[in-house]
């Protein structure tokens, strides 16, 4: 299963500039997402030094959390936020052009949090790497 843009804002309050999942490109829900990133030069974190162009580790981060968020919703909830992460490793850097390839694996759910672990690559090259994401899912029924 694929969702487009408007399918991704449907399932999460982020937006334009904080919105870091462009397309999902695969689904189980409760289970795992994988989804994609590109990285453009526009972007709100280039806005500084031109000689350093790559995509904040921490925006990875939460591009990975979010991807957890539509993983652990499947078609139910309406609100994910990156809680924690732990086990986090930093090994390469994402420029603009580069298109990140993310997948978040769900580990365990209990009382509105989901644990998983996720990473980022680029042209298969591991970028980011995280061992926990825990991220809050609030559910539609409350």
Request: with cysteine; charged share 20%.
């Amino acid at each position: 299963m694929t969702d487009n843009h408007n399918t991704i804002t449907d399932r999460l309050p982020h937006r334009y500039p904080f919105l870091m999942v462009d397309r999902i490109t695969g689904i189980q829900a409760g289970q795992w997402a994988k989804g994609t990133k590109k990285v453009t030069g526009t972007e709100w974190y280039f806005a500084g030094e031109a000689a350093e162009q790559t995509m904040p580790h921490t925006m990875i981060v939460e591009a990975l959390a979010q991807l957890g968020a539509l993983a652990a919703m499947g078609q139910g909830g309406r609100l994910g936020f990156l809680s924690s992460i732990k086990g986090a490793e930093f090994c390469g850097h994402a420029s603009p052009g580069d298109c990140l390839d993310l997948e978040y694996t769900l580990i365990k759910a209990r009382r509105g949090f989901v644990v998983g672990s996720g990473k980022a690559t680029v042209e298969g090259k591991v970028i980011v790497s995280v061992d926990e994401i825990m991220v809050y899912v609030e559910s539609d029924n409350k």
